[in-house]
């Protein structure tokens, strides 16, 4: 089968599924470059499965970025008060 027939029979399935098979693919291509999954990685991918098929999640976040690119993350300082603190006093 060709990459086109593929896709024009994923096509053909509802949103959800096709979710589905992303994800799998992803996981797919994740343990090829980055060797095998540990048990506790794949425990919580099966758990994140569960749950969305479940509904409790619209989604499952894909993980594209690496551990590193993870930690190299930096938050952006914003000026003026939290939003958590505007929130409380506009409740007042």
Do not use: C, H, W
């Amino acid at each position: 089968m060709t990459p086109t027939e593929v896709l024009n029979e994923i096509q053909k399935m509802p949103s959800a599924e096709q979710r589905k098979i992303v994800e799998e693919l992803m996981d797919y291509l994740r343990e090829r470059e980055n060797g095998e999954l540990n048990e506790e990685e794949r425990r919580e991918r099966e758990f994140e499965r569960k749950m969305y098929e479940e509904g409790f999640f619209a989604n499952v976040a894909t993980r594209d970025e690496t551990d590193a690119e993870f930690d190299e993350f930096e938050l952006l300082e914003i000026a003026g008060e939290p939003l958590s603190e505007t929130i409380i006093r506009e409740r007042r």
